[in-house]
């Protein structure tokens, strides 16, 4: 269970690291939009590892075939079936994991759970599932364009390098000129110079990813337990290696007054928005309100680290291993698209819903 | 739409502050569980307003009536139907609300959405809501009694004064003890202190709620969407006013490397724990390993303030309002209940769930 | 579970009996639906027993009491809550039921599934439960009014005494002058007296219901699981003592060749219809095609006899039981709103839906 | 949407007749199932086109690929993604169908919904669509032999050749002996003689299909919508050509008395059956009795005919056209697995939600 999402426009996917391909199920894509299997391939880009030096070396092409539901490039309304092969798996390299369960892995958990799983590469558990997120993702992207709706995430902290403007004071268009993906220059090189610092301790990183959707227009949302913002935080947390979520003034908003918190609405004519400040990230009782939604996601460290540690195994007994094989040191900057991906699956779902609520 | 929760046990809810009644259905609980009334009211009593100096003077007397589902106190499998009387509304005290939409509440984005809108005393909007959600949380805490599963949430932060100690520090026995629910005397005064001065400001604050749940075994959450904390998150996400979720390490765990962060297996024998630490909060993977899960929910501060601000109204004018009528300046202490049944709700549905997976 | 229906506009019920009130929850009504009460209260009368001498003389006022999302007359889009009390309750009747299984009742397999039942007057086995279906079905009328759609139904066959016609030969405004429902009265006749026979020698009927949707635009139905009449069939199904579903030429259908069978669009506008025959009951691949949609519903001979039968024990003894109580001979003429309520639900859900289709 | 079927055992389907394949993902299925694959291969091909003359000659291997879901042969309880490759498709032979819309087929309603449809081999409305549901059938029936329940269907009227006996007068095991699929060797011969006789003429047959579930537990089936019954119906209903269904009595029960019609409950240990007939077809109330399930479902004949017609092109014109290509000309026989495979996902996503039902 649990490999579906959304109500109206829906995600399953399928597949695991070293199985025969990833795939998944796109179904309630309204008919009549044009695919740009450009912009398709290029957000599955985005996503891949390999892509720079602060990234996993494995290499995939990482194709999209679509098997259904689009007819000369426009879909059709009917389901799109779609996989992305495995290409470059090495599953001997995961035998010495048969039966240990890593620390901070879902080793143990899944073994709890299913009593079989397939620990090659962390099978279903490994982050190659976000794949079918993305494809989902950029189809998704491509419905609100239509809207006029976009939604850009960026880097905004890496381990203690964080990031001290906010939104509205950065270049967004130069989020993706950097290998971490954040849109301020002398940020990006503190966290490539802590990134390879910490590789060469055999060490991992964590970080924040801060995700901006602007053009959404009031009204989206279902209270009262399908908030807007109960969708984001929901599709977001099942990111892999996701610890929190918050949106608008978000954990710092609970230590200020509500007289300072309050977004005052704007004279009329004075500005184009609808409130002085935006605490609210565009999101008022569930609902958009017109005004930027925007978020952020934690990222825990990785948990392979390149040093020996505690594991233990099938018989319950602690042995001591060590990472090898091919990994990240910090799973933020290749994670930016996928948060984008999984707030334009819900956004679509919203969108599309809206479109019932009145008579 | 999103007036429900859940997919096996789930709650169907319905009410408006000033309508004739709150209610809801709980459907899918298992047959064959006695009903525990006396818990169940005091349970509502823990969410009702006008319990102490520092909550709204509100006073209802929130007695659930069970309509359906129910025989000799002993749950039939058939779906629970209850209402809970709105016996205290001053409809009239809300005429001035009904063409202007206060700062930061709901008010425009519903009349953006549907059109028309419920005005008097948030409607829909209002926490009053969340009484349903009591209910049901109350019956979902007795199938979780079942398992030896418990929830226990208290307040860990009121606007600016923050509980320094963690939770396994505390004594939770104690949350009960005083009229902001900190299980800490201490912090507990000075929360109360900084209420009373808000108050006289005519201001009103935020807060942090910290939830624990105990004894969950390993195995709870269904990858890859519906992660045990992915649908926490939904869960508490969904409650009025909450503006993040993290759970373990959380924000703070993004600025630890993999080396510390990773919870090593105990020694066999040595305690009685899987691990030695807890960042994972319970969740590796999206699924339980049995440890303690925990999390962490901030509230924004109340928007309704006892002073003079800007809003909109129908013409979209600016005009000057002035909050009246009854009024909590921080919603955190009547809450804990609240985030409580929604985690419980939550748990009880991937306890059913998991009886389903294996063969 | 199982106590939902609806993907968009969804009714959830709850309510046995002898307790205390039935209920349900319309969640995904449309805001701006002007609510006629007097109609709603009128398709309850339709369902209520007692209204002649052919059934049952329980006499409840049926009263609805809507609690919830509706405002002056208004839908809001939250969701409407509603209960109807049970006033006629007379629980000793059923005391000699409690350990015993009556004969092709669901008795023994809630018994089986549950452990626990409540078996007074069927608990929520009991067609009483089909008067929430009612008050969702009005509400479903309403939507469809708007969009110029009826749906109508009718006795077609009780017990051995069947229609000739075809209803595009009968006049179903005539459908409420008799006690039967029936639209021709020579038959109606002949079914009102079939009724006091068998009712005289203390035995049951059963029927047939057919119904009629006119005026659905072609586009309703959702490929590949959710046809059209699959949750045409899904939705009458669902109603106590059906035993079989059809539309268009369903049974009869499958002894013609396909050169009869396959409806001939018609020569452009030599008639309003676009075919000149409509086998296919207005559904194509499970969508409608704008030509009226029909379908038959079959309802089994009540279980309730006044006649000694076959029972058994909770200790797995045959015993001799005989029904007392209020029983109606046969429950096709007061189902004919129940099955025109359903049906409605089906179609405004599929209306909704059908507004997420294209881009 | 409408592309999932099931509650915990899902079935979601892709796939256009014509496009690169056909796929699915089961999600849902327990772990620690062993999967015969040998077995589901057969059921696809007894589904398979081109296995006897009175089917239709395409031939494709109709070789199932698994993706994910399983290791060494187990199932681990994540998802289960497959694909069908379309080997035989010869585009070229519906460029005259691409602005026509032919009478009884879902050309008209598919274009009048999404304004686009892949008219190639009817695209998604193909029954080359049932290809998915038979793989995921055959996945159902394993877990279902765990629980010692075995699903068969055959064939029990073609045209207007009908089988004059019951299930229980018939040897089953003999189904697949003819390419009828019709247990009765002499019945088998005359639909055979009426299948070529119809087949010269250039026309098509309907016909009906029974089924037969047996060793189901008592206690399947959730009230109050999602009956056992009504799910079945729902389930076969979606097959493609399909006009109704009955269960048990059926439309013939209709016609007779309570007294004939009740199950009495047979004497203690007089045989191994909880009751003497079986008029209820093995559900009362929506829920097993742990009798045989029994049901018919009534096809319609196909369609496409060898003979001359009207029909509609895109202009609203009407236009002369005559079938050619391969087509069956009964598709009864070739749909017993079909029928089979969605009683069996019912029946599993029953078997799970029973796990639920009581603490």
Redo the contacts between chains.
């Keep these: 269970?649990?490999?579906?999402?959304g109500?109206?426009f829906?995600l399953?996917?399928?597949?695991?690291s070293h199985?025969?391909?990833?795939?998944?199920?796109i179904?309630?894509c309204?008919?009549?939009?044009k695919i740009d299997f450009d912009f398709v391939q290029n957000e599955l880009n985005r996503r891949r590892p390999g892509q720079s030096a602060v990234v996993s070396p494995r290499n995939e092409s990482d194709t999209v075939?679509?098997?259904?539901?689009i007819?000369n490039g426009?879909?059709?309304?009917?389901?799109?079936?779609f996989?992305i092969k495995n290409e470059n798996h090495h599953s001997g390299d995961y035998d010495h994991l048969k039966d240990v369960?890593r620390?901070?892995?879902?080793d143990?958990?899944?073994q709890?759970?299913?009593?079989?799983?397939?620990h090659r590469g962390g099978?279903?558990?490994s982050a190659r599932?976000t794949v079918c997120r993305v494809v989902a993702g950029a189809i998704a992207k491509l419905?609100l364009a239509?809207y006029n709706i976009t939604v850009q995430a960026y880097t905004s902290?890496i381990?203690?390098i964080?990031l001290s403007k906010e939104y509205t004071q950065l270049d967004l268009t130069k989020t993706e000129t950097n290998a971490v993906r954040c849109p301020d220059a002398a940020a990006a090189e503190e966290m490539i110079k802590q990134i390879e610092q910490?590789q060469q301790?055999g060490?991992?990183?964590?970080?924040?990813i801060t995700c901006i959707i602007k053009g959404a227009p009031?009204?989206?949302?279902?209270?009262?337990?399908?908030?807007l913002?109960?969708?984001l935080?929901?599709?977001v947390?099942?990111i892999?290696a996701?610890?929190?979520?918050?949106?608008?003034?978000?954990?710092a908003?609970?230590?200020?007054?509500?007289?300072?918190?309050?977004?005052?609405?704007s004279?009329?004519g004075s500005n184009a928005n609808?409130?002085n400040t935006n605490?609210?990230?565009g999101?008022?009782?569930?609902?958009?309100?017109?005004e930027d939604i925007y978020f952020?996601t934690?990222?825990?460290?990785?948990?392979?680290?390149m040093?020996t540690?505690?594991?233990?195994n099938a018989k319950?007994?602690?042995i001591e291993m060590k990472g090898i094989g091919r990994h990240d040191v910090c799973v933020v900057p290749r994670a930016v698209p996928i948060v984008e991906a999984m707030a334009a699956i819900a956004m679509v779902d919203f969108i599309?819903?809206?479109?019932?609520?009145?008579?």
């Design positions: 269970m649990g490999n579906t999402i109500k109206i829906k399953t996917s399928f597949g695991e199985g025969e391909a990833m795939g998944g199920i179904d309630g309204p008919a009549g939009l075939l679509f098997l259904s539901g007819l426009i879909t059709t309304g009917t389901p799109i079936g996989t369960f620390p901070s892995h879902a143990y958990t899944y709890q759970k299913y009593t079989v799983r397939d099978g279903r558990t599932e419905v239509q902290q381990g203690q964080k910490t301790a060490d991992t990183l964590g970080g924040v009031a009204g989206l949302g279902e209270p009262v337990f399908d908030k913002h109960a969708q935080a929901y599709a947390m099942g892999n996701v610890k929190g979520f918050e949106y608008g003034s978000g954990f908003g609970t230590a200020m007054n509500g007289s300072q918190h309050n977004d005052a609405f004279e009329k609808l409130t605490h609210s990230g999101i008022q009782g569930g609902i958009s309100n017109g952020n934690a990222f825990k460290p990785i948990a392979t680290i040093q540690q505690n594991a233990l319950g007994e602690i599309l819903m809206a479109r019932t609520n009145k008579m």
